[in-house]
């Protein structure tokens, strides 16, 4: 069973700074792309970052130049380094992974999510 679990979120004021941390555990053969979404209250959920298993990188244009995806292929982790934190970026932070388990199928997984707020 593939389990992914996300932390760091908090409460921040704003200009501040979090790291976020997701783990992906389980029967995993390997890891395809790894991504941050959010969803903030009445919104839709929408794509925070992206990173590929060779470590191409995509951001929405609201986070360019403030946050920054990286992964630890030896781990199965995958990180977001958020900065100058706004209050339009309070949300739920979701990871996902698109992935092949042991047994051979392949599909998304996500995490239970991790509440990050930025106060004005």
């Known amino acids: 069973q593939v389990q992914l679990v996300e932390s760091g979120g908090g409460l921040v004021q704003a200009g501040g700074s979090l790291r976020l941390s997701c783990a992906a555990s389980g029967a995993i053969f390997s890891i395809n792309a790894m991504d941050w979404y959010r969803q903030a209250p009445g919104k839709q959920r929408e794509l925070v970052a992206a990173?590929?298993?060779?470590?191409?990188?995509n951001y929405a244009d609201s986070v360019k130049g403030r946050f920054t995806i990286s992964r630890d292929n030896t781990k199965n982790r995958v990180y977001l380094q958020m900065n100058s934190l706004r209050p339009e970026d309070t949300a739920v932070y979701y990871c996902n992974a698109d992935l092949i388990a042991f047994d051979g199928r392949r599909g998304d997984y996500w995490g239970q999510g991790t509440q990050v707020t930025v106060s004005s």
């Open positions: 990173i590929t298993s060779g470590g191409i990188t």
